[in-house]
């Protein structure tokens, strides 16, 4: 059974620094990946989604990557800023694309 | 404006009760799932379909019921048969076509609490 695992469960950073957080799964044999935000009490965004022939999605200052054989994703965040404030959650999908597992979150609260 | 959308967006419930959670998409999705989110933690999947009139059970289904009889809808029903059903209740879809295949995307969620 997948299981996902995101370190460190919270970081408060300031305003402007760049920032890696990290997420991990046992099962190597993934179909893709999905990074999501979170607002308190709100429903979540997707962020980025790579598939498992990708090695890594950009969208404006995010950036994910994808190792399937060390069973890692990163997502970067360059020059973070106070609305990046949130809750971030990695997601692997099984190999049928149908389902999602999903990591416990990182809260990330940027300090102005 | 294409989305998905959840009603109520709070609900509280006697014990004893059964309530049913409303899920609407207008993406033209052909998958639906529903998860439960309890604080601090992630999301577990409950139930999901795939295509209308057939669903399979996610991972922590017993003490809930869900139906497909239409693309659009998946409602979820809360049953007196959930031991523990306060929590944030999230549904989501996903397109199996186009630009943003596979991705799923979710809908803002309803708050059940048990009184």
């Known amino acids: 059974k997948q299981e996902v695992t995101q370190i460190p469960a919270a970081l408060s950073v300031p305003e402007g620094e760049n920032l890696v957080l990290n997420c991990s799964f046992t099962d190597s044999a993934i179909y893709n990946l999905q990074w999501f935000r979170q607002d308190p009490g709100k429903g979540l965004t997707s962020l980025l989604l790579?598939?498992?022939?990708?090695r890594e999605q950009t969208s404006g200052r995010l950036n994910a990557s994808l190792d399937k054989s060390s069973g890692r994703s990163t997502l970067y965040i360059a020059a973070s800023q106070p609305g990046d404030s949130a809750t971030y959650l990695c997601?692997?999908?099984?190999?049928?694309?149908?389902?999602?597992?999903f990591g416990e979150g990182t809260q990330l609260t940027v300090n102005p | 404006d294409g989305g998905i959308t959840q009603s109520p967006k709070y609900l509280f419930r006697k014990e004893g009760q059964n309530v049913t959670l409303s899920c609407e998409q207008n993406l033209n999705h052909d998958a639906m799932y529903w998860y439960r989110q309890d604080p601090g933690q992630g999301l577990r999947l409950i139930y999901y379909?795939?295509?209308?009139?057939?669903?399979q059970k996610g991972d922590i289904a017993e003490g809930y019921s869900v139906s497909r009889e239409k693309k659009e809808s998946f409602p979820l029903t809360v049953t007196s048969a959930q031991k523990n059903p306060t929590a944030f209740y999230l549904c989501?879809?996903?397109?199996?076509?186009?630009?943003?295949?596979?991705?799923?995307?979710f809908g803002p969620g309803t708050r059940l609490t048990v009184l």
């Open positions: 790579i598939q498992s022939s990708q």
């Open positions: 379909s795939q295509i209308v009139n057939d669903f």
């Open positions: 989501a879809s996903r397109g199996l076509a186009g630009g943003r295949y596979n991705e799923q995307f």
């Open positions: 997601a692997a999908g099984e190999t049928s694309g149908s389902r999602l597992t």
